[in-house]
């Protein structure tokens, strides 16, 4: 089975971090912030042994841009990557509530 590494960008680290300062100071959990970062970390483990085997997207969206989607393991949360060789490069990370395909640029 092939291996990718996993790159995240500064765009989608910068809006990951984000989500977990809302968990922390808004909603005073930092107990939550920590769960979410667990499953992140794994999360991306996974993407290095299965991100050639995501199907392609019904999304149009994703698939002009070539993205795919993989959603955390314990929580509402997904991360949008796209395939380079031998990477799996997170483009960005959201809540499943999120309205997505209007924040991709």
């Known amino acids: 089975m092939k291996k990718y590494k996993v790159v995240v960008t500064p765009e989608a680290y910068a809006n990951f971090r ?27 483990k996974i993407l290095s042994d299965i991100a050639g085997s995501i199907r392609e997207p019904e999304s ?18 997904f991360l949008l990557f796209r395939i380079d060789g031998d990477k799996a490069i997170v483009t960005n990370i959201f809540h ?10």
């Open 96 to 105: 499943a509530s999120e309205d997505f395909e209007l924040k991709l640029f």
């Open 60 to 77: 149009e969206a994703l698939k002009s841009r070539n993205l795919k989607r993989m959603n955390f393991g314990n929580h509402d949360y």
């Open 18 to 44: 984000r989500i977990l300062a809302y968990l922390s100071r808004n909603k005073k959990n930092k107990q939550a912030a920590g769960n979410v970062m667990s499953d992140y970390q794994k999360t991306k």
